[in-house]
């Protein structure tokens, strides 16, 4: 099954909801500022990383997995629209198949991240993918950002 792929805006404009995997608790990290900046525009962050299981990183509970974030998610009648990955490039797939799993809507891979193997096991389900693009600067790049 495959399903168009979304441009930029009209995903963004679609979305809602975006897990954050490898999301740090550190406001120095990128993945920080992005998730922050997004958050600002009004979409909820989801952090994934096991490392800070059970915290909160800006303000939202940080969940060990994609599963179990969707899992949480679904109780409360939400899904993830967007995985948004600050992981190593081979690490992705494995990611790919838990986003694939759960219906996300879109693969994000962050700037310097390529894995074209994850790529197009998510097309080929069906999922939007980005590779090597930064989520903040592509939401500022379409004028996107609230006035």
Known sequence: MSAKQLSIPELLVVSRVIAVVG???????PSYEVAEYMQEQ????????????????????????LGEAAAAL????????IVDCFRR????????????????RCLWMQEGVFNQAAASKAIKAG????????????HMRWELARE
């Open 23 to 29: 999301l740090s608790a550190n406001p120095n990290r």
């Open 42 to 65: 009004g979409y909820r962050i989801i952090p994934v990383n096991p490392t800070y299981e059970g915290t909160t990183i800006l303000g939202e509970y940080c969940y060990p997995s």
């Open 74 to 81: 679904a109780e409360e009648g939400a899904s993830i629209d």
């Open 89 to 104: 490039s081979e690490a992705i797939e494995e990611i790919a198949d838990q986003a694939i799993a759960i219906g996300a």
């Open 127 to 138: 999922m939007t993918v980005f590779m090597d693009n930064c989520l903040k600067v592509e």
